[in-house]
């Protein structure tokens, strides 16, 4: 049934026109429904209205083209890039393309998340679609006035062209083209005609950025806005007793002192299932102050008895039911090929590692806050978001609320790296402004941000391979994790296919502590974990690490196994490009290289770490990073993306780690959480595959292997192989500040 | 509350305020000029810096009841049009990400080079060691400040 519909799906239907009073056109569609693979618009365009959409172009009469994009800025350069194939396919010189961030409604949206780098590979199509409508409406409506046939116009940079040599401009027959038929399967450009896409463009915020502007969720301001900081318990697994908040009270700019959780509570009873009500559900302490100052200082004089509920953990605690878990048989298989239990038992030769990885917090730079003003009328939230739809029902649900009420602004976002997926900041503000009935932002310290989190989970990896007759006859993947598992996919990427006896398996301890997506969500230690397997294991079968890949690959290629995820002819290309750009076994003196590949996240990379020692401390001096992201819509964007995922990578492979004692985070801040700073980084150099295929994301792809080509310089350079992160804390130096 | 007179941006605004609060959310909650921000209270990222008589300062370390009669820039200061030869710079590179820690990154590296206009990439890496960026832009930053710093020679 679902096919026949989709058989009738006209692009009409996810555009929609109408003429402005002040002058111009506006065009609306709905990107995240044109975004989603599987959905079925309404045949008829009479059953949209524009509520139904959330972004917009406007063209005005003098031509100037304003995008109102509704994807949410975490950084990753989509309110650049998204613009920019709009601007491209409607041919429009992108000097005269504004573009501002709209204010959502946020009924009826789909896929409204910036998260998984999926934005611009699920935005490609449908955005050079809905710019290519419009510029065949303004083509049609020149032809009209005109009075020829629309295949005489050519249109290029918003001027239309008849074969007389008259031109109108764009703006000249927007009001014509407002009330035309929205044409269907319109042509795109080729590739090669491109002017803005692969054109190095500029974020459109950089000059608020460097002057300061207002942007961020921190930044927003109401009249009458009042400042909140909450207590949570500081310990997972302990829930309020008791507090005493007259000190607390008596301070200057306190207003009040309230307790929140109650309704979260309600709603868990209904729905255990709710993530983001999970996190710090328990009873929570709120100190409502008329400025942030007052609010932290007040929370900090409330005195409180906590009660320990569920079991308090430790880092030793994990490590042994991690451990514990590898060695059981509590496992799940994602995937299973041929008998690995076979090929082990024939084999002449079997290596077998484990690799381990530790709690990681988010540490976004502008900590969790959210604005909230719940009214009679309505429900108004503004702040930092990935998921506002998703946010907005949660709220709705847990005030007793019509969905229609509830109205989300999102703003920019101080980074975002899978925190900000979860709403559990915005529900806090919405409960506090429903407590008092007044405007108020909920406010995080650094302290509160780190230490009551939503984590990056350990994961131990066991990982082993059977070696016959000098091939790899069997791989098997045994993962032990807190609290989640890699999901199907994840288990058929390489070496996936590569191997005739493979098999992944999950398994995992339910802890207390909070954990969740965080940037490459299980992957991010994964390419670690095989890279690093994958060197040594070159190495015991005395073969080129190189072309053991190759090799590897060359058995997937043509494979009609569907589920396999990666492209073997891409990877490879990955690889040969970074060996050739980094010089690959022909470093000076002194200098140590290491090698890794991965694909995730619909994008191929492979990378070469070049480290040099100083007095037994590594420092990685330079990154090569061949990248396969088909066409790169941005440029300069797609570097800032890449080289930031690289240098991420390595700070948290090396530096960062988040301990536990009795339930409580051992950081809080950054005088106690190590993160990569500029003397610690390396020059990255990155290389692209010429490409003319759909765009990928860049947000992710780059971290995941950089761990394992920095882990392999290392062994380079010192015969160790470090198998746990933070490297750094393994390898029994203390580091001096590298200037 | 006392009231304390502070010179900002060369404008001198009276501010109510308790004693021991922080530079920093005087500026943003009192003042509107949120441009400093906050990362973590403590002095370790530099998001909040500002420049003191022209000498880069951590804004959430410097208590108000310090502040009278220093003259205080804040990056919304730092020149009239955003034309400062440093800002041109971190827009010629395109340098910011989520773009948070940025204001910072600019005061540090402002103050830095007023006070060694061509420095050598060493002494770069060292004066920016303070200000984290959790994007890692790292490598655009040092490009950025070495475009500063031939821009101002
Ligand atoms: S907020 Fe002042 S140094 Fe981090
Ligand atoms: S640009 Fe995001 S923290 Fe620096």
């Keep these: 049934m679902k096919t026949s519909k989709q058989i009738a ?35 008829d365009i009479s059953e949209l209205n524009f509520n139904d959409f959330n972004a917009f172009i406007k063209i005005s009469d003098e031509g100037k083209v304003t995008i109102f994009s509704p994807n949410p800025e975490i950084g990753q350069g989509v309110k650049t890039s998204m613009p920019m194939i709009i601007a491209e396919e409607l041919d429009v010189p992108w000097e005269n393309v504004f573009v501002q961030q709209g204010v959502l409604d946020t009924k009826n949206y789909q896929r409204q998340v910036a ?53 109108l401009g764009y703006g000249d027959v927007v009001k014509e083209a407002a009330v035309l038929e929205v044409p269907e399967g319109v042509k795109l450009k080729d590739p090669k005609d491109f002017t803005i896409i692969g054109k190095n463009t500029s974020n459109v915020d950089l000059d608020n950025i460097v002057t300061g502007k207002p942007l961020y969720g921190l930044d927003y301001k109401e009249d009458g806005m009042l400042y909140a900081s909450v207590l949570r318990a500081p310990a997972f697994g302990q829930v309020l007793e008791s507090f005493d908040a007259s000190a607390a009270k008596a301070m200057p700019g306190v207003i009040d002192v309230i307790t929140i959780g109650e309704k979260a509570r309600e709603y868990l009873e209904k729905d255990k299932s709710n993530w983001t009500l999970r996190i710090n559900r328990n009873d929570k302490i709120v100190v409502i102050a008329n400025s942030t100052w007052a609010a932290i200082k007040g929370k900090n004089a409330v005195k ?267 990877l490879e290309g990955v ?88 339930g409580i985070p051992q950081s809080n801040n950054f005088d106690s959480y190590q993160l990569i700073r500029m003397g610690q980084t390396p020059n990255v150099d990155v290389h692209f595959v010429e490409s003319n295929e759909s765009p990928t994301g860049l947000g992710e792809p780059t971290l995941p292997p950089v761990g394992a080509a920095v882990a392999n310089a ?26 | 509350m006392p009231t304390f007179n502070l010179k900002i941006n060369n404008k001198t605004h009276a501010v109510e305020a308790d004693m021991d609060t922080p530079l920093l959310w005087v500026l943003r909650d009192q003042i509107n000029l949120v441009g400093t921000k906050y990362g973590c209270g403590i002095g370790q990222c530099g998001a909040c810096t500002v420049h003191v008589d022209g000498v880069a300062t951590r804004s959430c370390l410097l208590q108000i009841s310090q502040a009278e009669g220093l003259n205080i820039t804040t990056i919304e200061g730092l020149s009239e049009n955003g034309n400062h030869p440093v800002q041109e710079a971190w827009k010629d590179i395109d340098v910011p990400q989520c773009g948070y820690c940025q204001s910072g ?49």
Excluded at chain 1, 23 to 32: A, S
Excluded at chain 1, 607 to 623: L, T, Y
Excluded at chain 1, 714 to 736: F, H, S
């Design chain 1, 575 to 662: 690889i040969k490009l970074v060996v050739d750009k980094s010089n690959w076994g022909n470093t000076k003196e002194g200098v140590y290289q290491g090698f890794s590949v991965y694909y995730c996240h619909n994008t191929h990379v492979a990378e070469v770490a070049d480290i040099i020692m100083d007095n037994g401390v590594p420092i990685v001096k330079r990154v090569t990073c061949a990248v396969d992201c088909g066409i790169v819509v941005n440029p300069l964007g797609a570097l800032n993306q890449i080289k930031g995922g690289v240098i991420d990578g390595i700070g948290h492979a090396m530096y960062s780690e988040l301990t536990f004692n009795n």
């Design chain 1, 115 to 167: 998260g998984g780098s999926q934005s611009i590979r699920l935005g490609w199509e449908p955005l050079r679609q809905t710019g290519a409508t419009a510029k065949q409406m303004l083509v049609n409506a020149a032809a009209t006035k005109w009075g020829i046939d629309a295949s005489e116009c050519t249109a290029k940079l918003g001027v239309i062209t008849n074969a007389k040599g008259e031109t």
């Design chain 1, 304 to 570: 409180t008895v906590w009660n320990t509920e569920s079991e308090l953990e430790d880092t030793e605690f994990h490590d042994k039911a991690l451990v514990n878990l590898l060695e059981g048989n509590k496992f799940n298989t994602l995937r299973s090929d041929g008998n690995v239990k076979k090929a082990f038992a024939e084999a002449d030769k079997i290596l077998e590692r484990t690799y381990e990885s530790p709690f990681l917090a988010h540490n976004c730079m502008e900590p969790m806050n959210f604005f909230a003003n719940v009214t009679e009328e309505k429900v108004h939230l503004v702040g930092p978001i990935q998921t506002p739809a998703a946010t907005a029902t949660i709220v709705s649900d847990l005030l007793d609320r019509n969905i229609e009420d509830v109205h989300v602004e999102m703003t920019r976002m101080g980074g975002g790296f899978g925190r900000r997926l979860y709403g559990d900041f915005a529900c806090e503000a919405a409960e506090i402004s429903n407590a008092i009935q007044k405007p108020v932002k909920m406010v995080s310290t650094r302290e509160d941000d780190m230490s009551t989190g939503v984590y990056r989970p350990p994961t131990k990896y066991r990982i082993a391979a059977s070696i016959k007759d000098g091939k790899i006859t069997g791989y098997q993947l045994k993962e032990a994790c807190v609290n989640g598992n890699s999901w199907g996919q994840i288990s058929d990427f390489f070496p996936a296919g590569a191997v005739e006896n493979y098999q992944f398996d999950v398994a995992n301890y339910k802890s207390n502590i909070t954990t969740g997506a965080w940037r490459a969500p299980y992957t991010n230690f994964l390419a670690s974990a095989e890279q690093s397997f994958f060197d040594e294991l070159a190495e015991v079968m005395g073969v080129d690490r190189i072309q053991l890949h190759l090799d590897l690959l060359q058995k997937v290629k043509g494979t009609t196994d569907e589920r396999i995820q990666y492209n073997p002819e891409r």
């Design chain 1, 714 to 739: 290392i062994y380079a350079a010192t015969g160790k192989r470090l198998t746990k992160q933070p490297y750094m804390n393994n390898m029994n130096v203390k580091e001096k500040i590298i200037g």
């Design chain 2, 105 to 153: 990154q600019i005061m540090t590296a402002s103050a830095f080079l007023k006070r060694n206009p061509s420095p050598s990439n060493s002494e770069i890496r060292n004066a920016m060691h303070g200000n984290i960026c959790r994007c890692a832009s790292y490598n655009s930053i040092e490009k950025a400040v070495k475009v500063a710093s031939e821009k101002l020679t």
């Design chain 1, 9 to 43: 799906f006209s692009r009409r239907s996810f555009l929609k026109t109408s003429t402005l009073a002040s002058g111009g056109m506006l065009i609306g569609f709905n990107l995240f429904n044109a975004c989603k693979q599987d959905v079925v618009p309404p045949i």
